[in-house]
């Protein structure tokens, strides 16, 4: 008898010490989205997807020989991506809008075609959804990064450059075109002249 009471009070108190982990377990979740989200229901993120060629199993690409290919990377993104956002409640999907009222888990903003990412808004119930995927390798908040001249100059050694004389005349990049390949450049700055097209700075 003294032996079953044992038993039932070891179970009691696994079953005891099984809920407070899973309580503190929850409490960090709860807590770790709280300083995710803020104190909004809805953020900006960019999710990047683990790289798994295996999903190509079922075009009967079954040698991975020209794995690094970049037509077999971008066959395998897509179709991670579209395994992953099946699994949420997608805002708007291919031009198709969920009803305004309707929940959602994402509002997708860019699908990338070589990069295993996609970018969007997402809720709460979402961000759950994706740390729960074994196929989301992280979750990031994109971050905005501004460059100013007056760092950018001593960093770049460009005062050094200036004093440099070259068939009588000194190095300034006046006169030089300048290619840039960027996400986009915003003409209407004024160290950009403020106009776009020929005669402008941003041609």
């Known amino acids: 008898m003294k032996r079953v009471g044992a038993v039932i009070f070891l179970?009691?108190?696994?079953?005891?010490?099984?809920?407070?982990?899973?309580?503190?377990?929850?409490?960090?979740?709860?807590?770790?989205?709280?300083?995710?989200?803020?104190?909004?229901?809805?953020?900006?993120?960019?999710?990047?997807?683990?790289?798994?060629?295996?999903?190509?199993?079922?075009?009967?690409?079954s040698s991975y020989t020209a794995q690094n290919s970049l037509e077999m990377k971008k066959l395998m993104v897509k179709e991670q991506q579209e395994e992953v956002l099946e699994s949420l409640e997608v805002k708007e999907e291919s031009g198709v809008s969920v009803a305004s009222d309707e929940p959602y888990d994402i509002d997708v903003t860019n699908i990338y075609s070589t990069v295993n990412s996609f970018a969007g808004r997402i809720t709460r119930e979402g961000y759950q959804k994706l740390k729960d995927n074994p196929k989301v390798r992280e979750i990031y908040k994109p971050k905005t990064v501004r460059a100013f001249l007056s760092d950018s100059k001593q960093i770049t050694n460009a005062t050094n450059v200036w004093k440099l004389v070259y068939a009588g005349m000194n190095i300034t990049g006046k006169g030089e075109t300048v290619c840039i390949i960027d996400t986009g450049v915003d003409?209407?700055?004024?160290?950009?002249?403020?106009?776009f097209g020929a005669g402008c700075k941003v041609i």
Not at 187 to 194: E, K, N, Q
């Open 11 to 61: 179970f009691l108190l696994a079953a005891l010490m099984l809920a407070a982990f899973a309580a503190s377990a929850l409490a960090i979740a709860d807590s770790e989205i709280d300083e995710f989200f803020g104190s909004g229901d809805e953020v900006s993120v960019i999710v990047v997807l683990k790289d798994d060629y295996n999903v190509l199993e079922e075009y009967g690409i």
């Open 187 to 195: 003409y209407t700055h004024p160290a950009l002249g403020g106009c």
